[in-house]
């Protein structure tokens, strides 16, 4: 597995890290804790060395789970967590006060069976508290020597510019695939300018670039993509033409639409580490084979065509959550 620095940081990660919170949270029931377990261990038997999670993952379960699934590997492994909703749910809304972030850090450390938490996050930009009060909590807190690296989640250009001047943002975590690109036009830019690595969460676009859901597919009703419009049967039917063409794109290197959308933003800037999530062994591995795919000046330029000429239909989020996504 090859290894990035994310921005100029100092911190080092493996070129793929593993989102970890579908094994809690999001997509349906939990899934089994052993095996859950096994799974984040294979990770690292493979090269893994980068895990995410979050206290609103199921409030605290998939930081508990990960605790006991990386405890082996301390000094092996970078383990990024989030704080920011009110109580570690984000159906109460958003919660970044000083006490509430100390709170949270308090509560990470022990769940997560750590003395330091490597890499933590805001996880919405919270607008009832200035960025500045947020930045500096965590500052405080990297002095203490309970928190190594501060990141940011979905923030847009200004905030983090603001945030970086009290405390140095070390990653990004915000949406970026073959069917979200808005982070080029502004984001891309302001981190590189400022030594900022990014970290895209949903790089295969929530699964649908796996090629394994069509407009026919349907989710578990605790599945949160039931209420985002651009899985509504309408939206997938109208963008399964992107899928098809990286299909052929992926038919032709003899890899998997999967890797191809890896290799495709392992491609855009060395300090781009995505997350992509799974359940299952077999997905683990065919993501991470996403890392040894080189994409060539014309395979590149073909992508590119496919993305110019098919607009993607339907919003990413739905108009409640899109109320927390801080531009």
Not at 268 to 289: S, Y
Request: hydrophobic share 40%.
């Amino acid at each position: 597995m090859q290894i990035r620095e994310l921005g100029r940081s100092g911190l080092h990660v493996s070129a793929l890290g593993l989102g970890c919170m579908g094994l809690s949270y999001g997509y349906g029931p939990p899934t089994d804790w052993q095996a859950a377990i096994d799974l984040i261990r294979a990770a690292v038997e493979r090269g893994v060395s980068f895990f995410d999670t979050a206290e609103a993952y199921g409030q605290g379960a998939n930081e508990d789970l990960l605790g006991e699934a990386l405890e082996p590997f301390k000094g092996r492994v970078v383990i990024g967590t989030k704080f920011g909703f009110r109580e570690g749910d984000p159906a109460n809304g958003m919660d970044s006060r000083p006490e509430r972030i100390r709170q949270v850090a308090e509560r990470s450390l022990k769940l997560l069976r750590v003395e330091r938490l490597d890499l933590f996050y805001q996880h919405r930009v919270d607008p009832a508290v200035p960025v500045e009060d947020v930045a500096g909590t965590v500052r405080d807190l990297i002095a203490e020597g309970k928190v190594a690296h501060f990141g940011l989640s979905e923030a847009g250009v200004t905030t983090i510019r603001r945030a970086h001047a009290v405390q140095p943002v070390t990653a990004l975590q915000s949406e970026f695939s073959l069917w979200w690109r808005e982070p080029e036009a502004e984001i891309l830019p302001t981190l590189e300018e400022l030594g900022i690595g990014f970290i895209p969460f949903a790089p295969l676009g929530k699964g649908f670039l796996t090629g394994k859901i069509d407009a026919s597919t349907t989710f578990a009703p605790t599945d949160f993509r039931n209420s985002v419009p651009r899985f509504t049967a309408e939206a997938r039917a109208a963008n399964q033409a992107l899928v098809d063409r990286v299909g052929q794109i992926a038919v032709a290197k003899s890899v998997t639409p999967a890797q191809i959308a890896l290799a495709w933003l392992l491609a855009q800037k060395p300090w781009i580490v995505p997350i992509p999530g799974t359940t299952k062994l077999h997905r683990l591995e065919e993501n991470l084979g996403g890392a040894e795919v080189e994409l060539t000046e014309t395979d590149l330029r073909q992508i590119g065509e496919a993305l110019a000429a098919i607009p993607i239909q339907g919003e990413r989020y739905s108009a409640r959550s899109a109320q927390m996504v801080n531009r």
